[in-house]
């Protein structure tokens, strides 16, 4: 069963149901395709069919799909970050402050854009997404997105727990993926590398940070792509009740945002 089949605790996000878009089969991120290079989004307020503001969204900007607009067929009802005032190089959003209804001509959800193929390095440690759309590119010249994975050291960092016991920041950031202890062989993303003609870059820091027990599952995780200058990685790590989904977006061959939260199964 696919988690947009379930409620979903989107951890400080409103818990919300997902509901099936036709096609849409595994995460409920949505990105503007629009060849314009913008989509206008509905802001509401009380009664949704007063529009109190209109917002530009640009080509290439994500959101969380929620639902189809009440009373609507060609529109859809979104969740999206509010960027903050000074543009920063990376941003980590854990919390969905916006919503509003945009046209569902002008998006696309990231699991119907054109798939990088998967595959595994030879020690098993990374994960490896190639770009093959195009083959009369030469192999060697093809995008790929390389996800290396390793055992955790976070034994070895500061932890700090709430009054329940569970471990709120390991070196003062919020962990993913993990509650009370720290599962044995535990693992977590080492680094994330693009690699892109003309271009390519490691992840930041931050971009990875904590993101503890990632999948190795090709199942529940992609590449994704609307050209060449934007591109979309997505993962659904962890288990149980420590399960999180995340996407990052990758522009012109470096990470510029993610959005994570916690979907237990």
Same mark, same amino acid.
């Given at each position: ?21 036709? +096609? ?15 989509? *206008? !989004? ?103 997105? &390389? ?38 062989? *535990?693992?977590? &993303?080492?680094? &994330? ?6 271009? +390519? ?14 999948? *190795? ?17 997505? *993962?659904?790590? +962890? ?15 470096? !990470? ?10």
């Amino acid at each position: 069963m696919t988690f947009i089949h379930k409620a979903i605790c989107l951890s400080v996000f409103s818990i919300f149901s997902f509901i099936m878009v036709q +096609g849409q089969n595994k995460v409920p991120f949505g990105v503007v395709k629009a060849e314009e290079g913008y989509a *206008m !989004v509905r802001v509401h307020k009380d009664d949704y069919r007063k529009i109190v503001d209109k917002i530009r969204m640009k080509r290439g900007d994500v959101f969380v799909y929620v639902k189809p607009a009440p009373g609507e067929t060609e529109w859809i009802w979104i969740k999206y970050p509010e960027k903050p005032e000074i543009e920063k190089p990376f941003v980590r959003y854990d919390n969905l402050t916006k919503e509003g209804m945009v046209n569902k001509d002008r998006v696309a959800f990231i699991d119907q854009l054109p798939q990088y193929t998967p595959s595994k390095s030879k020690n098993g440690k990374s994960l490896i997404f190639t770009d093959n759309t195009n083959s009369k590119i030469p192999t060697a010249q093809r995008s790929k997105v &390389i996800i290396d994975i390793y055992p955790s050291n976070a034994g070895f960092r500061k932890q700090v727990k709430d009054t329940e016991g569970n471990i709120i920041s390991i070196d003062k950031v919020k962990p993913w993926g993990i509650d009370k202890e720290l599962p044995q062989g *535990m693992t977590e &993303i080492k680094s &994330i590398r693009v690699q892109q003609p003309g271009r +390519g870059s490691v992840f930041v820091r931050e971009a990875i940070k904590n993101m503890f027990q990632p999948t *190795m599952d090709f199942e529940n995780i992609g590449v994704t792509s609307i050209d060449d200058d934007h591109i979309f990685l997505y *993962m659904i790590n +962890g288990s149980g009740q420590n399960r999180y989904t995340t996407l990052w977006t990758i522009k012109e061959g470096k !990470v510029i945002s993610q959005i994570i939260y916690k979907n237990p199964e």
